[in-house]
């Protein structure tokens, strides 16, 4: 075929910013997830105590010229969001596993992750498409709706006044939202990049939170309480900065900073391992 007209045209398409690749890398994790009908029922599952807990509250906000005990558990307070995050944490490790434990295991298993990195993708955009998704999914469980039922407390009260007095409320959910699901995301992000299995992933994971519980409890039984080794168990570390957090008196006699450098730590430790682990020729050695 004769070609008419070789001289050169400039690209007329459209281009990415630099830097973008983790939103489209997260956006379609995001869309792969939302497919899975049983998700969605987990999903559902994880806020039915908004609803549980908007109903409490509006029944508080309209008979609250009815003097009963009932209205004094109906009423939020700063114990009320705490304790919902406290009833969250089954969703939380649900939601963990069931979106995280595949999300860098199964492009190891496939070799998708040398394909993701011979493109202009790098090892950070990776990380952070993986780590978007994830967050995205904890945060729909636990800062959205808590944050709704402040707004709901507000719509049913038809008053700033709870608000008023509990000014701290929002950055302390922000805050423990964050801190809970960024120590989550990023510890099932390096077990997963160490294996090429999900369902081993998920197992490892699950066992690693729920064993540094019983191990922690246990200890404490042996010792009468005289050892508070909170930074050995995952979600007691959580428990403690929860209630710091929140203002209210830590369940342990262990300095809460303890429980920051545990946290830190962990966090630490998984941002190293991703950065060994995630790159785009596989080391044998």
């Known amino acids: 075929m004769p070609i008419h007209d070789p001289s050169y045209r400039r690209y007329t398409g459209s281009r990415n910013e630099p830097g973008s690749s983790w939103l489209i890398i997260a956006e379609t994790e995001i869309r792969g997830v939302l497919r899975k009908k049983l998700f969605l029922f987990v999903l559902l599952a994880s806020w039915g105590q908004f609803f549980v807990r908007a109903v409490m509250f509006y029944l508080s906000s309209n008979f609250s010229s009815l003097d009963t005990p009932a209205l004094g558990i109906l009423s939020p307070s700063v114990q009320t969001f705490r304790q919902f995050f406290e009833l969250q944490e089954v969703f939380v490790l649900f939601v963990t596993v069931y979106v995280g434990s595949g999300m860098i295991a199964n492009d190891r298993r496939s070799n998708a992750l040398q394909i993701y990195l011979s493109k202009p993708v790098t090892r950070a955009e990776y990380v952070a498409g993986k780590l978007g998704a994830l967050l995205f999914f904890l945060l729909l469980v636990t800062l959205v709706p808590a944050l709704g039922l402040l707004v709901l407390q507000v719509m049913f009260s038809g008053s700033l006044t709870f608000i008023g007095e509990n000014l701290f409320l929002v950055p302390a959910i922000t805050l423990y939202a964050f801190v809970e699901a960024l120590l989550s995301a990023f510890a099932m992000l390096a077990l997963s990049s ?9 197992m490892i994971y699950a066992g690693m939170v729920l064993f540094s519980g019983v191990l922690f409890e246990v200890l404490r039984d042996v010792s009468n309480g005289a050892l508070e ?22 369940r342990y006699e262990s300095p809460w900073m303890v429980s920051v450098l545990a946290v830190g730590t962990l966090i630490g430790v998984s941002v190293a391992v991703l950065k060994w682990r995630v790159r785009g020729v596989e080391v044998v050695t």
């Open 194 to 202: 160490l294996s090429t299995s999900a369902r081993y992933t998920a």
């Open 229 to 250: 080794l909170v930074w050995l168990s995952f979600r007691a570390n959580l428990d403690q900065l929860a209630d710091v957090i929140f203002l209210l008196p830590p």
